[in-house]
């Protein structure tokens, strides 16, 4: 048998590519929305995923504070905005697109994604950024054996997993618990949030008699539904471990230097 790639798709979008979202956009602050659209833009600021940019007539509360500073984005010069709803105050919120921008963008607003409370696709929540239409996420079944060392310890020895495909990333592969020595890691407090898998239920670390590695496994209990095949189950980062996939250690996996001693 082959020893498993470690190659994989490249992000494909340029920055400052603009396209139209076919969804309806909303985001609110304390409760209030502040707009509702159908028109929304996806602009690519950097390569990884693109922001939304929201016509400015389709804003439904709040006033938007020029904060007269203008900079260079990825997708062109733009007009730094506070954003005021209510009593509420949001320092630097928004951006406004300049002349000089892509003509796409002309009227509309793009806003920094922390400073709204929350925003909703449809009418389903979109979590950190929002979800590339280039980008796939698959969780797909595999009979490839995964064995999981550190130190010349062995975390995992499983006899399948599931092998998480996502583009522009490492393969993932998410084993059942079951296959996992538990009394060898210990609970993380970490918690990250993706936008296409969800929000993380756990991460785990590892001590060994030589070096202290954290938070080198983690997963998803209640993933989104599009990732649901890994819930329950748990990975390790790739190239913070020894990754054995079918008898082969995974090319690239092995780092002498990545412990941190206590």
């Given amino acids: ?18 396209e139209p979202v076919p969804r309806r956009i909303r985001a609110a602050i304390d409760g209030r929305v ?15 995923f693109p922001q939304f940019s929201i016509p400015l007539e389709d804003l439904v509360e709040g006033v938007l504070i020029d904060d007269g500073h203008e900079e ?18 949001r320092e630097g919120a928004a951006w406004v697109w300049s002349p ?19 925003w909703m696709e449809e009418d389903e929540p979109v979590f950190v950024h929002p979800r590339s239409p280039y980008s796939r996420v698959d969780a797909i079944r595999s009979s ?49 949030r993706c936008a296409y898998k969800g929000t993380t239920s756990a991460y785990w670390s590892f001590d060994s008699d030589i070096a202290s590695h954290q938070d080198i496994a983690w997963g998803y209990d209640f993933p989104t539904m599009q990732a649901n095949r890994i819930a329950g189950l748990t990975t390790f980062y790739n190239d913070r471990v020894d990754l054995y996939v079918d008898g082969d250690l995974l090319p690239g996996s092995s780092d002498p230097t990545r412990g941190v001693r206590p």
């Avoid at 502040?34 to 990884?48: N, P, S």
């Avoid at 006899?159 to 890691?185: A, M, Q």
């Fill in 1 to 18: 048998m082959a020893t498993e790639s470690v190659l994989r798709p490249s992000l494909i979008v340029p920055i400052g590519h603009v």
């Fill in 34 to 48: 502040v707009f509702d659209t159908r028109r929304a833009l996806y602009v690519w600021e950097w390569k990884a």
């Fill in 72 to 89: 260079q984005l990825g997708a062109g010069p733009a007009r730094r905005h506070s954003l005021q709803v209510g009593s509420e105050v």
């Fill in 100 to 118: 000089g921008a892509p003509e796409p963008l002309q009227g509309t607003v793009r806003f920094e994604w922390d400073a709204l409370d929350g």
């Fill in 144 to 192: 490839s054996s995964v064995r999981v060392e550190l130190d010349g310890v062995v975390l995992a020895d499983a006899p399948n997993c599931v092998k998480l495909f996502e583009t522009g990333l490492p393969t993932r592969y998410y084993l059942d618990r079951t296959h996992i020595r538990w009394s060898r890691l210990r609970h993380s407090d970490t918690v990250t």
